[in-house]
């Protein structure tokens, strides 16, 4: 008898241990995050199970990392930029006057490393001028970044001529089609920016400053942290980053491009950060969470490509993401306040 009642209540506990370690486990990694890892999944079960002889193969895995790559890194500061209560339009364009600025390096100096800096310093500017314009002019993100992005697309048609600029440069050219020890350099670049990212965000002071000021500059202010500063700093690092991202692209076309291969990354980097839990309102959002919406969003390209839906059907399943995104950021905004 003390056998039989004991069994029900071991199996009770275990029960309960587990449940316990289930929701300890989800803690960790975020409600939002554990919901975005099972979006992920479900995607990949549908595209896996429509094209099983294709999608899991290595080469396609790899595929999908390199062309997550430039999306990942722009997402990644943008990420930053939504947490801090900001908003950058312009890193498309960004990366087009960068990819031009690096192409025109490459001729002028015959120097891949010197070129990269040179993208990056251009990108830097570029938000600086970003982060002037949104601070000193007192002007809303949304607008001075919407300006600003025809001002440097226009900057670099002005620069190119309008036309593509060819690199020759074969060294160059291996950070777009090369690897090491297997891993294609353009994914071990968007994980080392994204390492550097996470710790900046989640281990150190400036990180913990960036989310005051999100979720209030006026507290944050009076708390003696000099707002300005960061908003100016943060949008050079979003520049900076989209500079890099333009090299990645450089890199992987033989160009430089005024206008093709960065057109809508801007709206993709923010579908992305905002599906990966950033509140629009600024102060909330997370690094693993931003990588993670590029994640969906790169599955969900291969996959409608893969199947052979229409170009055209594929603009229309990301705008319906970045609407549902938003949606869902209002929603959580609403309930958690």
């Not at 093709?260 to 309102?281: K, R």
């Not at 893969?306 to 055209?312: A, C, G, K, N, Q």
């Amino acid at each position: 008898m003390t056998h039989l009642k004991a069994e029900p209540i071991a199996a009770a506990a275990d029960r309960l241990r587990r449940r316990t370690t289930l929701r300890g486990a989800i803690q960790r990694i975020g409600t939002h995050n554990f919901s975005l890892l099972i979006a992920l999944s479900v995607l990949i079960a549908i595209f896996g199970s429509l094209r099983p002889d294709v999608f899991f193969l290595l080469r396609n895995i790899l595929n999908i990392g390199q062309a997550i790559a430039i999306l990942g890194i722009l997402a990644t500061a943008q990420t930053i930029v939504i947490i801090s209560g900001g908003l950058d339009i312009s890193v498309g364009a960004v990366v087009g006057v960068s990819t031009v600025g690096i192409a025109l390096a490459v001729g002028w100096t015959g120097s891949p490393i010197l070129s990269i800096l040179f993208g990056v310093v251009v990108g830097a500017a570029a938000g600086i001028i970003n982060g002037l314009v949104i601070t000193v002019g007192r002007i809303n993100a949304v607008i001075a970044t919407l300006g600003t992005m025809a001002v440097f697309r226009g900057v670099a048609f002005i620069i190119s001529n309008g036309q593509s600029i060819s690199i020759f440069d074969p060294a160059f050219r291996f950070i777009g089609d090369g690897k090491i020890l297997g891993v294609p350099v353009t994914i071990s670049v968007l994980v080392v920016v994204v390492a550097i990212f996470f710790v900046l965000m989640q281990y150190t002071i400036t990180g913990r400053n960036i989310y005051a000021i999100g979720g209030n500059p006026v507290v944050a202010r009076l708390a003696g942290l000099n707002v300005r500063a960061y908003q100016i700093g943060i949008y050079m690092l979003s520049g900076a980053t989209a500079g890099l991202a333009g090299m990645l692209l450089a890199a992987r076309t033989g160009s430089g491009q005024p206008i093709s291969g960065s057109e809508g990354l801007e709206l993709e980097a923010i579908t992305a950060a905002v599906l990966g839990g950033c509140a629009l309102t600024g102060g909330k959002g997370t690094i693993i969470g931003g990588l993670l919406g590029v994640l969906i969003i790169g599955v969900l390209d291969n996959g409608l490509i893969l199947t052979s839906v229409p170009t055209f059907y594929q603009m229309v399943a990301k705008g319906v993401l970045l609407i549902a995104a938003v949606i869902i950021a209002e929603q959580q905004a609403r309930r958690y306040g």
